[in-house]
């Protein structure tokens, strides 16, 4: 089945400091990403919808200039998560849309620690 | 907007019996999809079932079907002989059709434990 890999699955950082996180589709050409945020014990919250050789599609409240998304391949997309704080802890999901359009895959997830 | 509500923040179930997790949702779509997701602790999203708004019929994965109320908008979930592997957190979602951007719209969760 189609796979989506995201690194790292881990990722400690300091304060002040930007993170990048990377969701790749292994198998499939991956016209659409999201970013979903995920804080403990509560459901994953859509943060950006991104789509190949465009401008990402963030959700209200979300911080654009904060949370760079960059989806240049349609196997690749990134999170950049710019002078990090510690209220930005948090666990980070990608999911990629297939080309043909009718199956969603999502990634292993990256839990962000900013100290 | 779409909405997606799931009433029971925890539920437990004896292993081998029979559970049933609840969903509604609000939309003024015709057509969409709707899902349940499992999330076990290794935090991996693992698609359970998944129902075509057009379908009549209920969807069904071996041990896993649904009850799918249109005109009601809800959307339970039974899990039959429960085994101590479902244990996790389950996720009723919504998303418009396909070709209208595949965004998902998660409920707040569902605990279960499965108990031996």
Redesign the interface.
């Known amino acids: 089945g189609a796979v989506v890999s995201q690194h790292p699955s881990r990722v400690i950082c300091k304060s002040g400091t930007s993170v990048k996180i990377e969701c790749r589709s292994l198998d499939f050409q991956a016209t659409?990403m999201?970013w979903y945020r995920?804080f403990p014990?509560?459901?994953?919250?859509?943060m950006a919808?991104s789509n190949e050789g465009s401008k990402a599609t963030y959700e209200q409240g979300v911080e654009k200039d904060k949370f760079l998304i960059n989806h240049a391949s349609l196997t690749l997309s990134t999170l950049t998560v710019t002078s990090a704080h510690p209220e930005d802890s948090s666990?980070y999901?990608c999911?990629a849309?297939g080309a043909a359009?009718?199956k969603?895959f999502?990634g292993?997830?990256t839990q962000l620690s900013v100290l | 907007a779409q909405t997606v509500t799931q009433s029971q923040p925890e539920m437990s179930v004896q292993e081998a019996e029979t559970v049933t997790l609840s969903c509604t949702y609000d939309t003024s779509e015709n057509n969409y999809y709707l899902f349940w997701y499992k999330q076990p602790p290794s935090r991996q999203m693992i698609l359970v079932i998944r129902q075509e708004a057009y379908k009549q019929q209920n969807a069904t994965e071996n041990r896993f079907s649904v009850n799918f109320q249109k005109a009601a908008k809800s959307f339970s979930l039974k899990i039959s002989d429960s085994q101590l592997g479902d244990t996790a957190m389950y996720f009723c979602a919504f998303m418009k059709e396909y070709n209208q951007g595949g965004k998902l719209i998660f409920g707040q969760g569902t605990e279960l434990s499965v108990k031996p």
């Open positions: 659409t999201f995920q014990k509560q459901s994953l919250m859509l919808t666990f999901i999911s849309l359009g009718e969603l999502f292993s997830g």
